[in-house]
């Protein structure tokens, strides 16, 4: 069963974010709200819980997941990044875009593209996501939380809860975050493409 937390949207309570913490350093797999939708995470090294999104979302072995960062010196960690590349990512973050990037090799194999060797990577908004990450102090892997056959992601905490209480190890409630998706920005090539224009906007990259 999912422990359920309750959290304020903008000033998440530190007991919680830090029993949730010591539950993703224990290998568990929460649902958390961003600036974007309700996401799935665990910790990197977390093989299990990677499968466990995997089955929760039907994803196959092409599906980019995102490393969701507290700020830019860890996103420059795991993915390359170049002068030009760094001051359009740097305008644009923290905020609601996904970009696609060159991994280092920092980020294990099984987290990139298999083909072209990348790694979604973002930097979100939201005050419980950058508390976990603060709290944790290290990326965490993720993904939206949009279950197979849906249209839209779920946007109730509880809801998520009673889907999902066999599955996950705890849920993150504040509120309602959104359906949108992300803006996904691929900059592998150096030069941005867009492959989703979602939350974030997109006409600075255009």
């Given at each position: 069963m999912a422990k359920y937390f309750d959290v304020h949207p903008d000033n998440p309570q530190r007991r919680a974010i830090g029993q949730v913490v010591d539950l993703l350093?224990?290998?568990?797999?929460?649902?958390?709200?961003?600036?974007?939708?309700?996401?799935?995470?665990?910790?990197?090294?977390?093989?299990?819980?990677?499968?466990?999104?995997?089955?929760?979302?039907?994803?196959?072995d092409r599906h980019h997941f995102t490393l969701m960062c507290r700020d830019f010196a860890q996103l420059g960690q795991f993915a390359h990044v170049g002068n030009a590349v760094f001051r359009a990512i740097k305008a644009a973050t923290p905020g609601s875009y996904t970009f696609i990037l060159p991994a280092s090799?920092?980020?294990?194999?099984?987290?990139?593209?298999?083909?072209?060797?990348?790694?979604?990577?973002?930097?979100?908004?939201?005050?419980?996501?950058?508390?976990l990450l603060a709290e944790l102090g290290e990326p965490m892997l993720s993904t939206t939380l949009l279950l197979p056959g849906e249209a839209e992601p779920m946007t109730q905490g509880w809801e998520i809860k009673?889907?999902?209480?066999?599955?996950?190890?705890?849920?993150?409630?504040?509120?309602?975050?959104?359906?949108?998706?992300?803006?996904?920005?691929?900059?592998?090539?150096?030069?941005?493409?867009?492959?989703?224009?979602?939350?974030?906007?997109?006409?600075r990259f255009e």
């Open positions: 350093r224990a290998d568990g797999l929460i649902a958390y709200p961003t600036d974007s939708c309700y996401a799935l995470g665990c910790v990197l090294g977390n093989k299990d819980g990677i499968d466990r999104i995997r089955e929760i979302r039907k994803l196959d090799r920092e980020v294990p194999r099984r987290l990139m593209h298999p083909k072209k060797k990348t790694v979604g990577a973002r930097i979100p908004q939201h005050a419980v996501a950058q508390a009673e889907a999902l209480d066999h599955a996950l190890d705890a849920v993150l409630d504040s509120g309602d975050c959104g359906t949108e998706p992300t803006t996904v920005v691929d900059f592998s090539d150096d030069e941005p493409v867009i492959l989703r224009h979602g939350a974030g906007d997109a006409s």
